[in-house]
Structure formats: C-alpha cells, structure tokens
C-alpha cells in the first residue's frame, strides 16, 4: 500500500496545483520586491513589477538568478526577512569562490522538514521505524534535513552523520534500523564493507535507503540493492532552495516527484536561456514559491534534467524529473566530446566492476589525455599481467562504443581509489583552459 504524509496536497488534482501554484507565485514576487532590493533592481532592468505576474505564465518574464548572483549578494544581499527572524543557516561544499549561505525561518525549516518527511513515507517509513541519517551534520543539507524529516514522522532517528562506518553496521545492526539515509557512494561503501564482514542481505535489517545528493546510475541502484536487501530511493535537492526533498522517489522509482506546492519548475536551454517545450532535456530552473528567508526566482541549477508528465502509479500528481544527466557545468567536454561521468559509471557497472573509479583529465601537446583508473573487485582481483591487460582493452572498447572516444583505462587494486563519507570525487580536470 502507498503511503502519503500529505496525500491531500501530494495525490491534488493538477488544477488544484496551478490554482496554489498562481496564489503563491504572486505572492512571493511582490515579496521579493517589497523585501529584496536586489531582486527590485533585477527586475526594474527588466521592466517588470509584481503587476506583471497574474499567473504561472507569467514566469517567464521574470529574470534569472545564477550561483554568481548568490556570491555577488554574499552574505546577507538576498535575505528577505530581518536576521531576527531568521533561525539557521546552511551552506555549500563551495569547490570554487565564495560559499553559498542559505537562511532559513522557522517556517522555512519546517516546509522543508516536510518535504523530506514526504520522501521518507514514500519510501514506506512509518513511526515504528528505525531511520540511520548517514549523511554529514552541519553546513551540508543532507544530515539536518532527513533528521528533520525522520523526527516529523516519528521515526526512532539515528544521527550517526557520516564516517565511522563500522560503527555505522554496528548501529544498524544492534538497533536494527530499517532505513539507511547517505549518498550512494557512501551506500555502496557501507555494502562493500558488509560483505567483507560476511554479512548477507538476510543479515540486515534495511529494508530501504534514501540516497541522493550525487548523480547514480541504475546500476549502481541494483548493485546496492542486492547486497543490502533493500529498495534504494533516489532524492533531489538542493542547498539553495532548502536542501534534499525537492524532489524524491516512490514506489514506482521510475523518476522523482518534485513538491511542485513549494517548487515551481521550468526546463530551459542552458545556451539561449528559451523555456523548452515539455518532455525535453535541458537545464533545471526552480522557484521557489514558500521560501521567506532565501526566496529564490528562477534559479539556473545547472543540472541537465528531463521531467515526465506521465500519471505515476504510486498516485502522486507531481510531475517527475528523471534522475539529471549531470550538471551543465561538470559535464565534460573531452577532444569536443561531451562526456557525463554518469555514463563511464553505466559501463563499469555492465562490465562487473563497482562505482570506485576516477577520471583524470589533463592537455598535452594541445590535446586532451582521458584517463579513467577503475578498481578490481576483490573477485576478480589477478597480478597476471596479460589478463590485467585484456580487463583494460575490454574496458577501454566498452568505454569508447558509450562515448565515442577513446580512454585510457588503468586497473589498481581493490581499496587504492580513496573513499568518501560524502560525496564521491570523480573526476579530477587538470587542463587549464
Ligand atoms: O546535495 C542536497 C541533498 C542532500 C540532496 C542529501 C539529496 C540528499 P548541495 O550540496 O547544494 O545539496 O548540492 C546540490 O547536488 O544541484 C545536483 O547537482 C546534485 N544532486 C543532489 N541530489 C542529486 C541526485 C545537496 N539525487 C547539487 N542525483 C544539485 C543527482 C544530485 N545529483
């Protein structure tokens, strides 16, 4: 049986959601406008006042707002309520320039703990559950959110944050907790070291995992799920808009349901910023329609995403975004190849080997080199040379039929490639273009 946290809202006619979608839209322009004077500005350059916006098809006349606008407007140039008022903050990795440091209202904390609380009852989480939040507390969303989302359902909320990870199994196994919340990597992680410890998916109590926060293949998901004895569910956020539960998987796990009450969204074309007719892929772009504290129009995600329109089994009206290709940004150009990790990771996992690999770019002679180290599962582990040579020319082929190009695929051993706790590091660039 479906489970809802707030069916009313979740499983709403989509009339029902324009009609709240248009209320709400209206809203938060003229309180961007009355709040935020950098959101005046940008607006008044483009012509436009709050009377502009009647509906949802007036969003389009509304100016974008980029990762730079965030960082121009650093710290407190977007708050649009008194720092009185505001009760948290949370921040970004932040890999290049200044961090981005969202606010929240109480109210901002508690519709996002909702929406995490949605994720977590569409996976089947109930109050008589055990809920491990493995993603890392503090700046980052991933730990405070599903904590908060865990508490809202009642779950018994394990906070274990990320590391440690045979205290982690211990946990889940003295506990028996049902639910495991970190990123996939982190995931496969935890399964790789079950194995080791001779533990079979009978000898686990899961019965579900919330990962997201990265971009994962399905098979990836099919490899976690058979070792663990779990059904693995993808979740979508980000720290900008609130943090996990922008969007998230049910039953179905065929694409993830945005909480379109609180996010409106829109596909463009990352290149001439038009809005894309439905159904295509392109860059997605949120508004949040609750936010007080950190209220964001049209904010470019630079993920490159398709949404599905199509009536989803589990009930739901939400539209669904399919798991995003990567970002506009950390895709890959190689030898004027577009090249997504996501793909590299879809042919390993085909050709047997796991998720604990690195691709390493560099320019040489004005060329682009294209190396990929891919670790040997413990399996299939052999110092034999010849074999270890004809692993990484099948590897290689199978890389160049997906791509298009040409890899060098070097194989190392089982546990050379560094783990992480949070998100994994794929790719390391080293052009200087
Ligand atoms: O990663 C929030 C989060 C925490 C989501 C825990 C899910 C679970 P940021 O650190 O701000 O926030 O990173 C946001 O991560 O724009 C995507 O590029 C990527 N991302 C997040 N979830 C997914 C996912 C959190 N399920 C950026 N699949 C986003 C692919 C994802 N990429």
Redesign the pocket.
Known sequence: MERYYQEEIECASREKIREIQNEKLKKQVQHVWDNVPYYRKKMEAKGITPADIQSIDDLHKLPFITKDDLRESYPYGLLGMPLKDCVRIQS??GTTGKRVVAFYTQHDIDLWEECCARALTAAGATDEDVCQVS?GYGL???GP??NGGSHKIGCLTVPTSSGNTDRQIMFIQDLKTTILCC?PSYAAYLGERMKEMGLGPDDIPLKAGIF?????SEEMRHDIEKTMGIKAY???????LS??GVSFECSAQDG?HINEDHFLVEIIDPDTLEVLPDGSEGELVFTSLDKEAYPLLRYR???ICQLKYEKCSCGRTFVRMA??RG?SD?MLIIRGVNVFPSQIETVLLNHGYAANYQIIVDRVNNTDTFDVQVEMTPEMFTDNLGEVEAKQKELSDGLKSMLGIKAKVTLVAPKSIARSEG?AVRVIDKRKI
């Open positions: 970004t990795s993603y980052f969303t991933g959110g599903l990123t997201g926060a990265e971009a994962w993808d979740i979508y956020g980000l720290t900008e943090g996990p993830m995600t630079k993920d798991k995003p970002r950390d998100k």
